[in-house]
């Protein structure tokens, strides 16, 4: 691995990474950054969760000139979170520096933003729709500035942001550098590098790399109508520290982190509905510790970077191989280990080959846990909480009160008790989800006559009939 001294970066720089707590250079730091230092075009071919963002923001860095109190750089993001996320790590970075940047993103005060943008900050990221509305209100000028980044683009493609970005390019000036990061190259993507970028220079990973060799991939083959049990079995088994479950829809989401809640579990949802308010107290929660649970759909989870996260769990199986790659890249983060698992129903299992293909990664089948393994898990959890609970000695206050019991009742009779008390008797609550049927995902690579594409949602074989075939046995 590659040092950030040998890269060539400059010394407050240096010193700001020093800090943050990192030495070496993740491989796409320490492909692109050399290269963008240069003044080239690049594009990137590289992940959420492999270090991109540092790849972008050191060059910048480099690049803004602090005498000058106007806007030089921009950074283009599909959501809020990741546009605030992008702006933490670039004023860490620039901590030694005097640079400054500033989000900004619908759901926010705009006066408050035009403000902010008055003050003269030299980086700005932001979400296409308000990066436009600045730009029509002539409270953001892009005449004068040298980089512009497009982070996560495949995802500002999926959410209808091309012709956005089309327009905000257009503003800016013909000799800036672009910098161009993408988890995929769709066609859409090479179009508009073709379009704005200058003899770009491509950054790709390797094959092997576009899932983390730190995450453990697994996959559970359960009906739909299980579904909800045998998560319920694997978070006690796991008991995870902090975790993300991905849902399908705003409705899965709802009911899935209520029927958590109900069993004892402390869950949030995570979805579009939310306003920026709400979104920011779900967040601050999960990042707290004060939720341990973070059930999200897709849209709503991009952008969104916590660290510690050791379990992603699909609760409904991801509609093609670049979902996959984007949802498992929560966990596994910083060379820490993680652990990725699916639930795939009987007619599903061929998108668990299609995503394996893809993604260059062996996904493991596992055998779905038992009731009794369930239970042992719960007990041994609650009788750690015991120990560390003595040995911490947060108990004297009982004591007296424990001394009257010990001479009515046997001892072993009232630890059984304390044990149960801590292992969360809700478990046994009722819960119904409301069951959806499958999408099935286009296979990639795989050529399908427009006419058959159409007819998928009316296919009787793709409905919930042909679901209930072959069924495994239920639980």
Known sequence: MTTFQEIG??????????????????????KAIPVALTGKDIIGQAQTGTGKTAAFAIPILEKVDTSKKYV?????????????????????????????SLPIYGGQSIDRQIKALKKGPHIITGTPGRLLDHIKRKTLKLDRISVVVLDEADEMLDMGFLEDIERILKETPEDKQTLLFSATMPKPIQNLAEKFMRDPELVKMKAKEVTSPTVKQ?????????????LCRLLDVYNPD??????????RVDELSDALNKRGYLAEGLHGDLNQRQRDVVMNKFRDGNIDILVATDVAARGIDVSGVTHVYNFDIPQDPE?????????????KTGLAITFATPREIGQIRSIEKASKGKIQ??????????????????????????????????????GELLEQYDAIALVSIALKLLSKEQRDVPVQLTSETPRYANKPKIKVKEKRRVNYKGNKQFGRKGENSKRPKSL
Not at 18 to 28: C, R, V, Y
Not at 218 to 230: Q, S, T
Not at 242 to 251: D, Q, S
Not at 365 to 392: D, G, Y
Request: charged share 30%; proline share 4%.
């Open 9 to 30: 970066i400059s010394e407050p720089i240096q010193r700001a990474i020093t800090d943050m707590g990192f030495e070496e250079a993740s491989p796409i730091q320490e």
């Open 72 to 100: 030089q750089a921009i950074a283009i993001a599909p959501t809020r979170e990741l546009a605030i996320q992008v702006s933490e790590e670039i004023n860490r970075l620039a901590k030694y520096t005097g640079i400054t």
């Open 218 to 230: 697994v996959y559970y083959e359960v009906n739909e109508r299980d579904k909800f049990e045998v």
């Open 242 to 251: 902090l975790a993300v479950i991905f849902g399908r829809t705003k409705r």
């Open 323 to 335: 979902s996959y790659v984007h949802r498992i890249g929560r966990t596994g983060r910083a060379g």
């Open 365 to 402: 089948r596992k055998p779905i846990p038992t009731v009794a393994e369930a239970k042992e898990s719960i007990q041994r959890v609650a009788l750690e909480k015991m120990v560390h609970l003595v040995e911490e000695e947060e108990y004297k206050e009982f004591k007296q009160s424990a």
